[in-house]
């Protein structure tokens, strides 16, 4: 576990061609992350939780560093608390959107990405709504590039704080009851969820209507043998899914993904499937209620239960900056092997 006062001290400036920590360049997903380096993360993260309960919240641990997020979707959590992250380590932080810049004008990803890097940019941080945009910036960028959501596929940083989150108040991701409910058909947390909690050993169960979770893709793993998705289970019933549940990670409707003909109404859903506190009552007494944000209260979860005992959501915000910086710290600092 790194220690606080490690990051005390400005890294080497090394350039983007030695390997970073752990070796890895970039963040794309967490399918293929170890569980052992998932486990450093969040016992990194853990060493930044410290540096932000300090009153002088900045250490010079990335200081010559220059991050770029550039989104081209919205973004309230994501992009601020990369933003807070990158700081609060003394990194230059500039934030590009798609609206505003030259993407208006029809300049293409690529040549996008090339303009931040020809500004010596370390770290692009990218979320664009097309699954597979921050891969194709990867294969053509010496910067690191971490995927802060790609379309439906894909967002690492959001399953690593959700992790964080669990183990922060159960100890351990190990064995735990997760019940996802909602659209996962279109939920890039959902995905990369997935990879996340079965590597660390969480019993994760699957709940909405049929039309809403992605059996393809579920299939897809669940047929190799001894992949960790063969733990995962489907259950279309709500109430059975929340039996003796640890966690319930509630997931939004993603309406601006979603084509017609999945629901019959939002109405209907919100009875059928939307969590209250009678549902709740159904897991287990210390169930904690996560929600990656932003949330259609009302609708996927009650104001009651999303401002309630057993809410985290607002820890997980709080959680997400941390884990950013444990994320920029593993990714942007040189390995000490060798040296
Ligand atoms: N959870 C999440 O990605 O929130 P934002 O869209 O606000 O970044």
């Known amino acids: 576990m790194i220690k606080a006062r490690e990051l005390a001290k400005p890294q080497a400036q090394s ?66 608390s990369f933003e807070q992250a990158g700081k609060v380590l003394s990194a230059d932080v500039i934030n590009v959107s798609s609206s505003g810049s030259s993407v208006e004008k029809g300049e293409s990803l690529y040549n996008t990405a090339k303009t931040l890097q020809a500004m010596n940019a370390d770290i692009i941080v990218i979320r664009h709504p097309h699954s597979g945009a921050p891969y194709l910036m990867s294969h053509f960028l010496d910067s690191c590039v971490i995927n802060a959501g790609d379309g439906s596929h894909a967002h690492p940083t959001q399953a690593l704080l959700d992790l964080y989150t669990l183990q922060q108040h159960l100890g351990t991701v190990e064995g735990l009851k997760v019940v996802m409910v909602g659209d996962i058909l279109y939920s890039r947390v959902a995905r990369s969820n997935l990879w996340g909690l079965t590597k660390m050993g969480a019993q994760v169960v699957l709940c909405g209507p049929l039309t809403l979770i992605p059996l393809d893709f579920l299939t897809a793993y669940r047929n190799r043998e001894g992949h960790p998705f063969a733990s995962i289970e489907v259950e279309t019933n709500v109430e059975r899914a929340l039996e003796g549940a640890d966690a319930v ?91």
């Open 15 to 80: 350039g983007h061609t030695q390997p970073a920590k752990g070796g890895r360049r970039h963040l794309l997903d967490l399918d293929d992350l170890s569980r052992a380096e998932i486990e450093t993360l969040l016992s990194t993260a853990k060493t930044m939780q410290e540096v932000l309960h300090r009153d002088i919240k900045k250490v010079p641990t990335l200081r010559g560093k220059t991050i770029i997020t550039l989104f081209y979707e919205a973004s309230t959590r994501t992009r601020v």
């Open 249 to 339: 990670m509630v997931l939004r409707l993603q309406r601006e993904r979603q084509q017609a003909g999945h629901l019959p109404s939002l109405r209907e859903y919100s009875q059928v499937y939307g969590i209250n506190q009678k549902r709740l009552a159904l897991a287990k007494p210390n169930v904690l209620v996560l929600h990656p944000g932003p949330m259609n209260e009302g609708i996927e979860i009650d104001p009651e239960v999303a401002h309630g005992a057993h809410s985290v959501i607002e820890e997980q915000v709080n959680n997400g900056v941390a884990v950013r910086m444990a994320v920029l710290y593993q990714l942007a600092t040189p390995s000490r092997e060798g040296s």
